[in-house]
C-alpha cells in the first residue's frame, strides 16, 4: 500500500494547533494511507502553549501522526511579544527547511519504504513557509482558520489596494459604505476590522493574501450552509479552489484550561431568551453543521475531494 506524507505548519498558538490536529485527525482516518507531520513552533512567553505541545509530543492520538517540536529561538527572548509572530516565521524558515530536507530524505534512502512526502498544509498566519515548499517543488495548501467571510475581505482590501490603489487606513472615523465581494451590503468603512486601518500593521495582512494566492488551495473551518451567501458569490469567479471542511472542534476537555462548554451555552441561552428568532436560527445552523460532517454532507464529501488531490 503506497503511503503517502503531509507536513502540516500551523501557528504558535493553542487555538491554530488544536484545529491543525483535529483537521489531521480528520484526514488520517478518511484515509489511512497518509501519514501528518505537525511542525510545533515554541513561544517564549506562553507557558500553557508549551505544556500543550509538550502533551501532543508524549501523545498517541493517532499512528498517522507525528509531532516534530522545533526549539525555540534565542533571538525570540529578546522580541517584543506582538513582533514575535511575523519574527518567527521569517527566522524559523531555515529550521523548517531543515526539518523538509530530512524527511525527503528519509523517503528516498530507508529500505523500510517510508510515506512520500507530497506536500505543505500551512496556517493562515505561516504562509510564507511557501517559500520552503517551493524550494522543494512541493504543493502548498493554507489551512485558514477563520470562516470565508473575514477571507473575502481580506482578498477585498487586498485587490482595493493593488488594483485601484486605494489605501484602507483613510477610512478611519469614515462614513463612507464600502461595497465588499462576497457580503450582502455595502458596509460603513469605519466598522472595518482594526487591522484595516492601522498604517503599521494592514501592510503584512495584505501580504497574507498575496501569498494565499501563490497556493494550491485554501481549506477553511466553516461549512457551506454557514456561509452560503459568500461562497455562492465572492468565491465564485476565484480562481483558487476553496474547500469548506468545518467545523473542525476540539469538544473533549484536557489540561489546557480554554472557556468552557457551560460558559458558552449559558451565553448562548442568555442571547436566545432575548430573540425566538435568533433561537431558531442557532438551532437551525446547529443542525447543519452536524449535517455537514456526516456522510454526504457538504464538509464531508468536500474533504473527500481534497483526500483525492492529495493523493493525485
Known amino acids: 500500500m503506497k503511503r503517502s506524507e503531509l507536513v502540516f505548519i500551523p501557528s504558535p498558538g493553542i487555538g491554530h494547533v488544536t484545529s491543525t490536529v483535529e483537521l489531521a485527525l480528520l484526514l488520517v482516518s478518511r484515509d489511512d494511507r497518509f501519514v501528518v507531520t505537525i511542525i510545533l513552533m515554541k513561544l517564549p512567553f506562553d507557558e500553557k502553549f508549551t505544556s500543550y505541545c509538550k502533551s501532543l509530543t508524549e501523545s498517541t492520538i493517532s499512528n498517522n501522526i ?6 525555540l529561538l534565542e533571538q525570540a527572548l529578546d522580541m517584543k511579544a506582538k513582533d514575535i509572530l511575523a519574527f518567527y516565521m521569517e527566522t524559523y524558515k531555515p529550521l523548517v527547511k531543515e526539518a523538509l530536507a530530512q524527511l525527503i530524505e528519509s523517503s528516498t534512502s530507508s529500505p523500510d519504504k517510508p510515506p512520500r512526502l507530497i506536500g505543505l498544509l500551512v496556517d493562515m498566519f505561516c504562509v510564507t513557509m511557501v517559500d520552503v515548499g517551493n524550494d522543494f517543488g512541493l504543493s502548498s495548501y493554507v489551512f485558514f482558520t477563520s470562516g470565508v467571510g473575514y477571507l ?8 482595493m489596494k493593488d488594483e485601484q490603489n486605494v489605501d484602507s487606513t483613510q477610512f478611519k472615523d469614515s462614513d463612507t459604505e464600502l ?5 450582502a451590503k455595502p458596509i460603513p468603512a469605519r466598522v472595518l476590522p482594526s487591522m484595516f486601518l492601522n498604517k503599521d500593521v494592514v501592510p503584512g495582512f495584505l501580504e497574507l493574501a498575496r501569498k494565499y494566492r501563490q497556493t494550491k488551495g485554501i481549506v477553511v473551518n466553516t461549512f457551506l ?9 465572492f468565491f465564485e469567479g476565484l480562481t483558487l479552489p476553496i474547500y469548506p471542511v468545518g467545523p473542525i472542534l476540539k469538544l473533549q476537555r484536557d489540561e489546557v484550561k480554554m472557556v468552557s462548554a457551560e460558559e458558552i451555552e449559558r451565553g448562548i441561552n442568555s442571547l436566545m431568551q ?7 436560527k442557532v438551532k437551525e445552523m446547529s443542525e447543519k453543521s452536524k449535517e455537514a460532517l456526516m456522510e454526504g454532507g457538504s464538509s464531508h464529501t468536500l474533504l473527500g475531494h481534497l483526500v483525492i488531490l492529495f493523493r493525485v
Do not use: A, C, D
Not at 473575502?152 to 485587490?159: A, C, D, E, P, R
Not at 461595497?179 to 457580503?183: E, L, N, P
Not at 432575548?274 to 431558531?280: M, T, V
Open 152 to 159: 473575502s475581505l481580506l482578498f477585498s482590501m487586498q485587490t
Open 66 to 71: 507525528k509531532f516534530l517540536y522545533l526549539p
Open 274 to 280: 432575548k430573540n425566538s428568532e435568533i433561537e431558531r
Open 225 to 233: 450552509e454557514l456561509e452560503s451567501h459568500v461562497m455562492s458569490s
Open 179 to 183: 461595497v465588499i465581494s462576497g457580503f
